[in-house]
């Protein structure tokens, strides 16, 4: 079973940045899509970026034009560069690969 592993959240002030990493225990990115979530207690589990196998990607309105998802194939990782973080961003951030697996979650906190 292929495992996804999360790093990068933290606490950050608003107008910060954050690069979130996920990286899978084997070799198999490369053949499918991958995203990232969040999710807030309460409330549902968000999609906040997409990245096909070939490249295109996809993000949430309230992301576009700060969030960058990005895949690097031989590392077997995926990254979120977030910039221009506002307090609304704070969350659990969650990897997923298209074949069904989830990451355990990281959390970033945008706060002053």
């Known amino acids: 079973q292929v495992q996804l592993v999360e790093s990068g959240g933290g606490l950050v002030q608003p107008g910060g940045s954050l690069r979130l990493s996920c990286a899978a225990s084997r070799s198999i990115i490369s053949r499918f899509a991958m995203g990232w979530h969040r999710q807030v207690p309460g409330k549902q589990r968000e999609l906040v970026a997409t990245i096909t196998w070939d490249g295109t990607t996809n993000y949430a309105d309230s992301v576009k034009g700060r969030f960058t998802i990005s895949r690097d194939n031989a590392k077997n990782t995926v990254y979120l560069q977030m910039d221009s973080l506002k307090p609304e961003d704070t969350a659990v951030y969650y990897c997923?690969?298209?074949?069904?697996?989830w990451g355990q979650g990281t959390q970033v906190t945008v706060s002053s």
């Open positions: 997923y690969g298209a074949w069904g697996a």
